[in-house]
């Protein structure tokens, strides 16, 4: 939570976990959806001394939590793992970074269409000629994540169900033509 210490680092290896903040009207507002093979709390090692941010599981999840001092001992002695959470603190950078320019120079409409695309080729699993993303997120989710609302979220949604672009319901979402999804995205911009 907001405030705790900041001196563990969680490894998830099985399960969903939500990072997310709160403005200061108390709106949530939702950073990442972390699955199984991801790491959060990777701050700690570069001096956050309390939390900024919260970590909720979404469903049942089993982590692996390192204390920050043995984090460090394991890599200083294991040069690999130090290259590894290099990577992971960079990506989270560029992937804050590019939602940050979607936000300024994209529609919600096109912020939607762009999130549902990374998430079928980041979170999906080709079936066919099709991407499937099992667990997929609530429309609230959808909209904490592209800072839009829920109703905006359900009206795109829906239009590439009737475009016969996606399917989706509360388990999955079968993106059935990557090209025409990405293709939606930029009809506006």
């Given amino acids: 939570?907001?405030?705790?210490?900041?001196?563990?680092?969680?490894?998830?290896?099985?399960?969903?976990?939500?990072?997310?903040?709160?403005?200061?009207?108390?709106?949530?507002?939702?950073?990442?959806?972390?699955?199984?093979g991801e790491v959060f709390g990777e701050l700690s090692l570069i001096g956050e001394g309390k939390r900024r941010d919260f970590a909720y599981v979404m469903e049942t999840t089993t982590m692996c939590i390192l204390d920050i001092n043995e984090m460090k001992s394991l890599m200083k002695e294991h040069g690999p793992l130090s290259m590894m959470v290099m990577k992971i603190i960079g990506n989270r950078a560029i992937n804050m970074e590019r939602r940050l320019e979607s936000l300024v120079f994209k529609d919600s409409r096109t912020r939607i269409i762009e999130f549902l695309h990374n998430l079928a080729m980041e979170k999906g699993k080709r079936v066919g000629f099709?991407?499937?993303?099992?667990?997929?997120?609530?429309?609230?989710?959808?909209?904490?994540?592209?800072?839009?609302?829920?109703?905006?979220?359900?009206?795109?949604?829906?239009?590439?169900?009737?475009?016969?672009?996606?399917?989706?319901?509360?388990?999955?979402?079968?993106?059935?033509?990557?090209?025409?999804?990405?293709?939606?995205?930029?009809?506006?911009?």
């Fill in 1 to 36: 939570m907001p405030e705790e210490d900041s001196d563990k680092m969680y490894f998830i290896t099985e399960g969903r976990v939500k990072i997310g903040t709160y403005s200061p009207q108390g709106k949530e507002i939702t950073k990442a959806i972390l699955n199984a």
């Fill in 130 to 189: 099709e991407r499937e993303v099992r667990k997929f997120i609530t429309h609230q989710e959808i909209a904490n994540m592209t800072a839009t609302s829920r109703q905006t979220v359900t009206t795109v949604l829906n239009e590439l169900r009737n475009d016969n672009i996606l399917i989706f319901d509360r388990r999955r979402m079968l993106v059935r033509d990557m090209d025409k999804l990405k293709a939606a995205g930029l009809e506006i911009t």
